[in-house]
């Protein structure tokens, strides 16, 4: 173990004979709680002297530690078979974590820090006989002569805790075309221009990629040019970030149109200006608090899909700094056979405490190969069998840690197909420019290299429009721009284009 005091003196190396992977340690009261993965060892290293070096008792050879946090509690789960150790118990596995948290949040303290709450992603148990997800049916409206995303997985779930993908129906609907997007999370709708109003149903399946799947109907309704409603928040958006420190995440993944209409956040504003904001037109929101002391705030955002604006409070969780763990979100990859792939599964993963994420430790498995980790950040992984692989990983902030889950989808071999261009929006100031990353959304069926190839722009239209470095496309505003404008771009790959 290596203690790095923050003063900026030397640093201080015990030699602890521990052997195999560790996972992050936690720091609690005076002491900092330490565990290695294979070697099933324990070690407890205490200011006052208070250490201890101890076996895991009745550990599984491929146990995958980690170490979770709550207020006094400190506990050591190994993430591979669902199990929870108290340290300070003589590694007792504990049954009734729920009782244990019940009894928590009942105490004096608790009480005191119920309205404070902390937000963690937690797996399920992974190790019972698998379940199949639950799929929800779902209303979208769409417009006539353009391509509208529809995010069928948004209400659906799985008791397992699996990554689900979009199995789409084997017949188009009546009034469109729908392609798989996000390799193959998500669904959009192409309807063509001049398309009779009226409405559409298809059915789609949520698969769990361990033989689980589920089935949900999708009604579609083709909204006319005189009709107009504006966004709508699905679900609550709260922000948990630590006193001092800055957060960034997206929150229009909580909105969507009826209409099927792009929306875009417009602005946000702190309610009593303790903390400097800034935001993007795809909802990304960078929060940085300026407060004196850790409690709730509110934040006052609006969202546009450029005919009307819905304004709406969202929550700020001001934590205490070093309390709050990483949010580990589920991460989807897609691989060939016998092909290597990188796998960074912190991209989308959020930080409470505003530090750089890092990949602690990755569960190993007998069906790949897999490398170390490399730049504390991605590792390489390469299978020689189709078909979905789950996989666990670490993620730390330095005194905290969380545990995902990854899926990584193996086919057989490449899908020979043109690319899928999912549309953008961007925001230009007036009399100014933009520049819009058009791949950034775009997926290659064959896993190989998108180019943008061209760009268009309507005649009459006040903008100009080039391609940068064939993935940038650069639109620049020219006097009298009054409403908004639909640039088509031209992307390819090695098997053909598709315009977006």
Known sequence: MVEQPLDGSASRSFDLKGSGTPPAPVQQSGCVHMAWSGASKYVRYCDGGDNRLVDVPKAAAGALFAFRQNRDIVVLNDVSAGTVRLVNKNMIIVDNWQDLETQTKNSPDAQKESADPIFVNTLPDRTKPNRPPNAVADEFGVRAGRTTLSPVLFNDSDPDGDVLTVVPPSEQPAIGQLQTVYGGTGLQLSVPAGTTIGSAQFAYTADDGRNGSASAPVAIRVVPDSENNPPKQLRETTLVVEQGKSISQNILTDWRDPD????????????????????????????????????????????????????????????????????????????????????????????????????????????????????????????????????????????????????????????????????????????????????????????????????????????????????????VDQPGIISPVEINYTVANAYGTSVG
């Open 260 to 475: 099927g209409d792009d929306i875009y956040l417009s602005s946000a504003v702190s309610d009593d200006n303790s903390a400097q904001i800034k935001t993007t037109p795809d909802g990304q929101l960078v929060y940085a608090d300026n407060s004196e002391a850790p409690g709730q705030k509110t934040l006052t955002v609006q969202v546009s899909d450029g005919r009307a604006v819905t304004s709406k409070q969202i929550k700020i969780v001001i934590k205490p700094v070093g309390s709050v763990p990483p949010i580990a979100n589920a991460d989807y990859f897609r691989a060939v056979v016998g092909q290597e792939i990188s796998i960074a599964p912190l991209k989308n993963d959020v930080d409470p405490s505003g530090q750089e994420l890092r990949l602690a430790q990755v569960e190993r498995t007998n069906t790949a190969e897999m490398s170390d980790i490399q730049d504390s950040s991605f590792f390489t992984f390469k299978s020689n069998s189709a078909g979905a692989v789950y996989l666990t990983y670490q993620v730390s902030n330095g005194p905290q840690s969380s545990t995902g889950l990854i899926r990584i989808e193996v086919a057989q071999s490449q899908e020979q197909s043109p690319p899928i261009a999912v549309k953008d929006v961007a925001q230009l100031p007036a009399g100014g420019s933009t520049l819009v990353d058009v791949l950034g959304k775009d997926t290659d069926p064959s896993g190989g290299v998108l180019v943008v190839k061209s760009v268009s722009v309507p005649n009459g239209a006040a903008v100009t429009a080039t391609v940068l470095e064939h993935n940038v496309v650069k639109i």
